[in-house]
């Protein structure tokens, strides 16, 4: 069973970082792209980044020059540091992996940005 499993979130101030990770387990397959999304609250889910195999990187302009996806394709996994955190990035974070039969989202982690 595939499972994606994120760790990494938290209570930061304006100004710190965070690094969010993504572990994809239950699969000897390569996902062709992973990416994070964030839902905050009363707002629909959306796109922050993604990250294919060959490394083509997309990111929400909110977040761009801010944060950073990489990832380990030995590892299957995915990695999204965050920088300069804004309370407007305040959400929780998932992990997805899409596939064409569906997408694999992961339970996701908070991160909260607060003075």
């Known amino acids: 069973q595939v499972q994606l499993v994120e760790s990494g979130g938290g209570l930061v101030q304006p100004g710190e970082s965070l690094r969010l990770s993504c572990a994809a387990t239950g699969t000897p397959f390569t996902f062709n792209v992973m990416a994070w999304y964030r839902q905050a609250p009363g707002k629909e889910r959306e796109l922050v980044a993604g990250v294919t195999t060959g490394a083509e990187r997309k990111y929400a302009d909110s977040v761009k020059g801010r944060f950073t996806i990489s990832r380990d394709k030995r590892k299957n996994e995915v990695y999204l540091q965050m920088n300069d955190l804004k309370p407007e990035d305040t959400a929780v974070y998932y992990c997805?992996?899409?596939?064409?039969?569906?997408?694999?989202w992961g339970q996701g982690t908070q991160v909260t940005v607060s003075s």
């Open positions: 997805s992996a899409p596939t064409t039969r569906q997408t694999y």
